[in-house]
């Protein structure tokens, strides 16, 4: 598997895992979204926001893209509905970016500034995989806290593991 399959890989299964937490979340209601879970960034809400501070910092770094400035607790959409839109428009950006990229330039580095305004260079497959893996780590802090908050009786969270969309796509 080259480079750019593995992470198209992962810009699809990005897309499927938020699909499932999305509709989990949307299931509990705004109450249950908003209230203190004890999360790094409290609630369901915020930390779904925050994904997607990260998600827009980290691909503002790479040439040609939107410029973004947040702070990493803020919340750009107070609004689910709103944040729901936003997150299917920016896995869509994810898997179009994926699809453009060359083998040349995931094989190259990228120079970035990061919200301290520190400047590093590192390998642009490497600066992907701490994307996805940053992606990843805070999806499981929500998909814990729509556990403490309650599906329903007998339900669980939904599976959004690696393995568990590549079984389904047959990869």
């Known amino acids: 598997m080259t480079d750019k399959t593995y992470f198209a890989t992962l810009a ?3 897309c499927w895992a938020n699909g499932k937490l999305y509709a989990a979340a949307e299931a509990l209601g705004d109450a249950a979204r908003r209230a203190d879970r004890q999360g790094f960034f409290g609630s ?3 930390t779904l926001n925050h994904i997607m ?3 827009r910092l980290w691909l503002s770094r790479f040439p040609g ?3 973004y400035r947040y702070r990493l607790d803020e919340v750009p959409y107070p609004d689910f509905d709103a944040l729901k839109a936003a997150r299917a428009a920016q896995d869509q950006t994810f898997i179009d970016f994926i699809a453009a990229m060359t083998p040349d330039y995931l094989a190259g580095d990228l120079r ?3 919200t301290r305004g520190d400047t590093f ?4 497959r490497l600066v992907l995989g701490h994307v996805f893996n940053h992606q990843t780590h805070h999806r ?3 998909h814990h806290m729509i556990g403490m908050a309650g599906m329903g009786a007998g339900e669980e969270p939904p599976a959004i593991d690696l393995i568990y969309y ?3 796509v047959g990869a």
């Open 12 to 14: 699809a299964y990005n």
């Open 121 to 124: 260079t590192m390998p642009v």
């Open 53 to 55: 501070v990260g998600d």
């Open 44 to 46: 369901i809400h915020n």
């Open 140 to 142: 499981g802090q929500v």
């Open 166 to 168: 590549l079984r389904e």
């Open 65 to 67: 893209q939107p410029a």
């Open 112 to 114: 970035y500034t990061n």
